[in-house]
């Protein structure tokens, strides 16, 4: 069994910041690209950034570049998104997913995590 628990969510105003993290647990996701995706109330899950297995190649929807950063320590089996610059379009539940290629896709990952929700108020 694989967990995927994300975590530093929260509350925060327009233009800051907020971290999150995503661990996972059980059998870990070696070799897995892992992805953060978000859905706000009423619509449809999207892709937010993507990162290779080693870190090398990472990906990001243009609503969100320059302004949030993913990356992955594999010792920790931990995935991160910095997110600065936050904008209230940004609220919405964030997952973390584990597919076995870096994809936009939502259907291309097969592991996801519980969600944390991030909201920014103007």
């Known amino acids: 069994q694989v967990q995927l628990v994300e975590s530093g969510g929260g509350l925060v105003q327009t233009g800051g910041s907020l971290t999150l993290s995503c661990e996972t647990s059980?059998?870990?996701?070696?070799?897995?690209?892992m992805g953060w995706f978000r859905q706000a109330p009423g619509k449809e899950r999207e892709f937010v950034a993507a990162?290779?297995?080693?870190?090398?190649?990472?990906y990001y929807a243009d609503s969100v570049k320059g302004r949030f950063t993913i990356s992955r320590d594999n010792a920790k089996n931990t995935v991160y998104l910095q997110m600065s610059g936050l904008k209230p379009e940004d609220t919405a539940v964030f997952y973390c997913?584990?597919?076995?290629?870096?994809?936009?896709?939502?259907?291309?990952?097969?592991?996801w995590g519980q969600g944390t929700q991030v909201t920014v108020s103007s």
């Open positions: 059980g059998r870990t996701l070696s070799g897995y690209a």
């Open positions: 990162i290779s297995w080693r870190g090398v190649s990472t």
């Open positions: 997913a584990g597919a076995k290629l870096a994809s936009s896709s939502p259907t291309d990952y097969d592991y």
